[in-house]
C-alpha cells in the first residue's frame, strides 16, 4: 500500500513538501511518480523517479521547480515543491511500477499500485 500526505494550504510563491510512503514492499524496486489532478482536468504526470540509480523525469510545467527523490531506508518517496502557482492547485497522487521502461514513466496506466491522494492549494 501507499500512503501519500503532506499536502495543504500555501501561499503563491511557497513551498511543500509531499510524501509518499510504502508498506508491505521494498519500495527501492519500483519506479515511483507523482501524478496531480487540477479540477475540471483529467490526471496528469508531474515527477517519477526510477528503481535503482533513481533517474529523474518530470513534466514541463512543473520540471526546474519540484524535485523527486528517495529513500529507500525510510521506503519513502518525496515531492519538494517549490515557487508553487495558483495552477499547481490540484489533488496529488503517489503511484508504484514494477519493471517500467523509461518511455512509460509518465503514462498512468502502467503503475500498478496507487496511494490516496493529498490536496494542495495554492492562494493567489
Known amino acids: 500500500q501507499l500512503q501519500a500526505f503532506g499536502g495543504g494550504l500555501v501561499q503563491t510563491g511557497g513551498s511543500r513538501r509531499l510524501s509518499c510512503v510504502a508498506s508491505g514492499r521494498a519500495f527501492n524496486a519500483y519506479t515511483v511518480a507523482w501524478f496531480r489532478q487540477i479540477p475540471g482536468k483529467e490526471r496528469e504526470f508531474a515527477a517519477a523517479?526510477?528503481?535503482?540509480?533513481?533517474?529523474?523525469y518530470y513534466s514541463d510545467s512543473v520540471k526546474d521547480r519540484f524535485i523527486i527523490f528517495r529513500d529507500n531506508n525510510k521506503n519513502m518517496v518525496y515531492l519538494q515543491m517549490d515557487s508553487l502557482q495558483p495552477e499547481d492547485t490540484a489533488v496529488y497522487y503517489c503511484?508504484?511500477?514494477?519493471?517500467?521502461?523509461?518511455?512509460?514513466?509518465?503514462?498512468?496506466?502502467?503503475?500498478?499500485?496507487w496511494g490516496q491522494g493529498t490536496q494542495v492549494t495554492v492562494s493567489s
Open positions: 523517479i526510477s528503481h535503482g540509480i533513481g533517474t529523474t
Open positions: 503511484a508504484a511500477a514494477s519493471c517500467l521502461d523509461e518511455r512509460d514513466v509518465s503514462t498512468e496506466r502502467y503503475y500498478n499500485f
